[in-house]
């Protein structure tokens, strides 16, 4: 990665935008349910969770390419669906890193894992905060 660009407003870490606290669903809850979830907090994503320990991920692509797509049944476990592969970043990081990497992984959620709990989330629409702040502007 070449040198990043160096701005005078002072937060510039990916934990400065993540959301928090992170919104989950347990894997046995409803595909339905979960959407559900997701509208009421208008949210992108929940972190899956097995025994109240965070295994996964669902998002709006996977109601869209998972559900919708191949004709899922609305009543089946949000299991069927998740992600069981979680992309991390620690909270430190420079924004720009958590932009790159979501890029270079087209990806739209960053997870971000302290003592093996997932505790923030950087969604797309918190880069967008980040450069709003970044050129004085409000969301």
């Known amino acids: 990665m070449s040198a990043l660009p160096q701005s005078e407003n002072p937060k510039e870490k990916l934990g400065d935008f993540m959301t928090t606290p992170v919104k989950s669903v347990d894997v046995n809850e409803t595909i339905q349910n979960a959407a559900r979830q997701m509208d009421a907090k208008?949210?992108?994503?929940?972190?899956?969770?097995?025994?109240?320990?965070?295994?996964?991920?669902?998002?709006?692509?996977?109601?869209?390419?998972?559900?919708?797509?191949?004709?899922?049944?609305?009543?089946?476990?949000?299991?069927?669906?998740?992600?069981?592969?979680?992309?991390?970043?620690?909270?430190?990081?420079?924004?720009?890193?958590?932009?790159?990497?979501m890029t270079d992984n087209n990806t739209l959620h960053i997870t971000v894992p302290e003592n093996d709990k997932v505790v923030g989330i950087l969604t797309i629409k918190n880069t967008f905060a980040y450069y709003m702040n970044l050129f004085g502007l409000e969301m």
């Open 42 to 101: 208008n949210i992108s994503a929940l972190i899956t969770t097995e025994n109240g320990k965070h295994i996964g991920i669902v998002t709006e692509r996977d109601f869209t390419r998972k559900v919708v797509a191949e004709g899922l049944s609305l009543t089946e476990p949000v299991s069927k669906i998740m992600s069981t592969s979680l992309y991390t970043m620690n909270a430190n990081k420079h924004i720009f890193e958590a932009v790159e990497f």
